[in-house]
């Protein structure tokens, strides 16, 4: 079935430094999702991505998605304490119904 | 106007017992999903419902079941408990013809089998 690879697992960062997530997938992708899950949280949606090449940006956040549409990263500029947490890339796969195929997720601790 | 509900939020069961799990989703939502979060790990894909059916299910076994109600609310049970069943517990809710397909996702139960 479908995977979605994430890489870093871990990552850890000095605050004010950048930090960068990717998403690979062996095959070609509808869309990717990001999710930010903060330490006993629950997923919180950011963004979602579904042209070729497409980039966004929220603030201090730029979402790429690659031009063959296999894979997608996030970057993060500056990094804050209030950045902590596990952020997951997720394909939407539309069969019939709609379900999300989760990356392993990166953890991202800041020394402040 | 209330998130994405779940019920209880900690749970801790024995091998072998019954559980059930309970999800209201965000108003305006008809469409209910259901995810395992086993630690450190990505969420997985249990199944959805919507219209009060199972619309497509993830790789989970047969002790795995769902219900939706009329008011969108949804069900997780799970029988036959193994210790491989302790993980977390996630809803999320969508409203199904919407473009953008966000997520909601409730907070979550926390399973526990001893």
């Known amino acids: 079935g479908q995977q979605v690879m994430q890489i870093p697992q871990y990552q850890h960062v000095q605050e004010g430094e950048d930090f960068t997530t990717y998403c690979n997938s062996s095959t070609t992708l509808s869309n990717i999702q990001w999710y930010k899950q903060r330490p006993g949280g629950h997923p919180v949606f950011l963004i979602q991505l579904v042209k070729s090449g497409e980039v966004k940006k929220q603030k201090r956040l730029t979402f790429q998605f690659g031009e063959a549409k296999k894979n997608s990263s996030l970057h993060i500029t500056a990094t804050q304490t209030t950045d902590v947490g596990t952020y997951f890339c997720a394909a939407l796969i539309r069969q019939g119904a709609q379900k999300l195929v989760f990356g392993q997720g990166t953890r991202l601790t800041i020394n402040p | 106007d209330a998130g994405v509900t779940q019920s209880p939020t900690h749970l801790i069961k024995t091998r072998g017992q019954q559980v059930t799990l309970r999800c209201s989703p965000k108003s305006g939502h008809d469409t209910v999903s259901w995810y395992q979060q086993a630690l450190g790990q990505g969420p997985q894909f249990i199944f959805q419902y919507y219209e009060e059916e199972e619309r497509q299910r993830g790789n989970f076994p047969d002790r795995f079941s769902g219900h939706q109600f009329p008011n969108y609310s949804s069900e997780l049970n799970v029988n036959a408990l193994l210790l491989g069943d302790s993980a977390l517990y996630l809803c999320?809710?969508?409203?199904?013809?919407?473009?953008?397909?966000?997520?909601?996702f409730g907070p979550g139960t926390r399973l526990t089998v001893l």
């Open positions: 999320a809710s969508s409203f199904r013809d919407r473009g953008v397909n966000e997520q909601f």
